[in-house]
């Protein structure tokens, strides 16, 4: 075959292929097939830094400098696509030049592959409801922040929550209300958290709050979760609304007990405060 046979090979697939040279200031585009020229945008000799994502920058770098020596491992990237839009490819490097210093890149879109596993992830962690984290990931961010405790010495706050009367609001208007009066509790206790606290649902009407922040004062922070589901509003089918709340016990972890005793004290405090709401 010759050169421009081969040449003409490579314009015409439909795998998307770029080669890169290193230039005075770093590797950078140099050629790409049609294929290439759709898939990304405004791929045609321009640095690195600017069609591929900073996150992946690094490893993309290190691995051109590799070479020829790069190993057929296919690597999964982001590069800048069409309208902003990142797009995720598998790529295997390869030489392009006897010198090492021009290699060719096949790359594979796997956009939607990647999403959709991601997707069913984070089903499988997350309630349907209410979008909220599950018991099992609740459980297993709860050891992480234990673990961390150990070195630093900041102990978790773990929050015990329970809608009051929930048998009650689906009793009398419907399970479609009480999912809805789960979705504003949820919602209401998310609000109330930062980036690194975790709000689950454990289960039924339960939901438990974890807060790793060694600055956090128990007391406030107790105040701020009544204070966020207390009197939330549920509307009904006839555009009435009830309004609901939950009760909640809070305590200080405690790394010398189990997690299950832990979590006992505070449901054993929150249901202190549940009977305190009936009795008033």
């Given at each position: 075959?010759?050169d421009?046979?081969?040449?003409?090979?490579?314009?015409?697939?439909?795998?998307?292929?770029?080669?890169?040279?290193?230039?005075?200031?770093?590797?950078?585009?140099?050629?790409?097939?049609?294929?290439?020229?759709?898939?990304?945008?405004?791929v045609?000799?321009?640095?690195?830094?600017?069609?591929?994502?900073?996150e992946?920058?690094?490893?993309?770098?290190?691995?051109?400098?590799?070479?020829?020596?790069?190993?057929?491992?296919?690597?999964?990237?982001?590069?800048?696509?069409?309208?902003?839009?990142?797009?995720?490819?598998?790529?295997?490097?390869?030489?392009?030049?006897?010198?090492?210093?021009?290699?060719?890149?096949?790359?594979?879109?796997?956009?939607?592959?990647?999403?959709?596993?991601?997707?069913?992830?984070?089903?499988?962690?997350?309630?349907?409801?209410?979008?909220?984290?599950?018991?099992?990931?609740?459980?297993?961010?709860?050891?992480?922040?234990?673990?961390?405790?150990?070195?630093?010495?900041?102990?978790?706050?773990?929050?015990?929550?329970?809608?009051d009367?929930?048998?009650?609001?689906?009793?009398?208007?419907?399970?479609?209300?009480?999912?809805?009066?789960?979705?504003?509790?949820?919602?209401?206790?998310?609000?109330?958290?930062?980036a690194?606290?975790?709000?689950?649902?454990?289960?039924?009407?339960?939901?438990?709050?974890?807060?790793?922040?060694?600055d956090?004062?128990?007391?406030?922070?107790?105040?701020?979760?009544?204070?966020?589901v207390?009197?939330?509003?549920v509307?009904?089918?006839?555009?009435?609304?009830?309004?609901?709340?939950?009760?909640?016990?809070?305590?200080?972890?405690?790394?010398?007990?189990?997690?299950?005793?832990?979590?006992?004290?505070?449901?054993?405090?929150?249901?202190?405060?549940?009977?305190?709401?009936?009795?008033?």
């Amino acid at each position: 075959m010759q050169d421009a046979d081969y040449r003409r090979l490579v314009e015409d697939s439909p795998l998307a292929t770029v080669l890169v040279d290193r230039g005075p200031s770093g590797w950078r585009t140099a050629w790409a097939n049609r294929a290439a020229v759709d898939l990304f945008d405004g791929v045609l000799e321009r640095p690195l830094a600017e069609v591929v994502h900073p996150e992946d920058l690094d490893d993309v770098v290190a691995t051109l400098e590799r070479g020829a020596r790069a190993d057929r491992t296919a690597h999964e990237w982001r590069w800048r696509g069409p309208a902003g839009r990142d797009v995720t490819v598998e790529v295997l490097v390869g030489g392009a030049g006897a010198d090492g210093e021009v290699l060719s890149l096949s790359c594979w879109d796997v956009t939607q592959h990647v999403e959709r596993t991601r997707d069913l992830a984070h089903r499988a962690t997350h309630d349907r409801l209410t979008g909220l984290p599950t018991r099992e990931l609740f459980e297993d961010r709860w050891e992480l922040a234990r673990s961390r405790a150990r070195r630093s010495g900041d102990v978790p706050v773990v929050a015990f929550c329970d809608v009051d009367d929930l048998k009650q609001l689906n009793d009398e208007h419907g399970h479609l209300v009480g999912d809805q009066a789960l979705a504003r509790i949820a919602e209401r206790l998310a609000s109330t958290s930062r980036a690194g606290d975790t709000v689950a649902r454990f289960g039924g009407d339960e939901f438990v709050v974890l807060v790793e922040a060694g600055d956090v004062d128990p007391q406030a922070l107790g105040g701020r979760l009544r204070e966020a589901v207390t009197d939330v509003p549920v509307g009904l089918p006839d555009h009435r609304e009830v309004h609901v709340r939950c009760s909640v016990g809070l305590v200080q972890d405690d790394l010398a007990r189990s997690r299950a005793e832990v979590l006992a004290s505070a449901d054993r405090l929150m249901y202190e405060e549940k009977r305190r709401h009936r009795d008033g």
